[in-house]
Nanobody, 122 residues
Framework: QVQLVESGGGLVQAGGSLRLSCVAS????????MGWYRQAPGKQRDMVAGINSGGRTEYADFVKGRFTISRDNAKNTVYLQMNSLKPEDTAVYYC????????????????WGQGTQVTVSS
């Protein structure tokens, strides 16, 4: 069984910061890519940032220069440092990970966390 649990969401004023964390737990062999997505009410789920096993990062244009994704492989954790938050950043933020459950698996399975609410007031 594999679980992803996000934390760190909350209410913050525009211009403020939040740091999201996502911990993968359970029995698995390895984690490849990890990332963050967000979804506002009535909107599609958008990729925010991703990081592969080698530490290469990718960001959506709307967060470049403001958000930073990082990971701690020893802790099976991915972080999203969000600075200079804007009201339009308000959304449920979801952690995602590509996880290889067994050493003899030929692919990574996609897992999602339950989401954490981020609300940015003006």
């Amino acid at each position: 069984q594999v679980q992803l649990v996000e934390s760190g969401g909350g209410l913050v004023q525009a211009g403020g910061s939040l740091r999201l964390s996502c911990v993968a737990s359970g029995n698995f062999f390895s984690i490849n890519a990890m990332g963050w997505y967000r979804q506002a009410p009535g909107k599609q789920r958008d990729m925010v940032a991703g990081i592969n096993s080698g530490g290469r990062t990718e960001y959506a244009d709307f967060v470049k220069g403001r958000f930073t994704i990082s990971r701690d492989n020893a802790k099976n954790t991915v972080y999203l440092q969000m600075n200079s938050l804007k009201p339009e950043d308000t959304a449920v933020y979801y952690c995602a990970a590509d996880i290889k459950e067994y050493s003899d698996s030929h692919y990574f399975d996609d897992y999602w966390g339950q989401g954490t609410q981020v609300t940015v007031s003006s």
